[in-house]
């Protein structure tokens, strides 16, 4: 019986290993990808008061972070997560009271954090100073 219960334990533990296998390879297949050469890209920052000021940008860099960095337009620190943006424009977010940076692309809400959103020839980028946490 203790031979049939090492068995299934084996069986389990090659079964997890397949498994995380299959996630890993659809990360990797389906993350944002990044594509190398010129490219030129609009940078909106928008202040919690509605005013917003627009930077014309060419870069070399695949992904935005880095485009933004290049350009000395973010500040902030790299966590567990990415890159936290807490500065754009030379304007910190004050956490005392509620402010953050939001992230949009084209309009829409990004899925992701700046050190992964892929810049694309022509795309337009926005970061909005929100106040207020909900």
Known sequence: MEKNSKKKLIVLAA???VVLALFGALYFALRPQGTEGKKEFTLEVVLADGTSKSHDLKTDAEFLGDALLEHKLIGGSENAYGFFVTTVDGVTAN????????????????????????????GHYEFTLMVGWE
């Open 15 to 17: 079964a997890f290993v």
């Open 95 to 122: 956490d005392a009271n509620q402010e953050w940076w939001f992230l949009t692309i084209g309009g829409e809400s990004s899925n992701y954090g700046v050190d992964s959103v892929p810049v694309t020839d022509g």
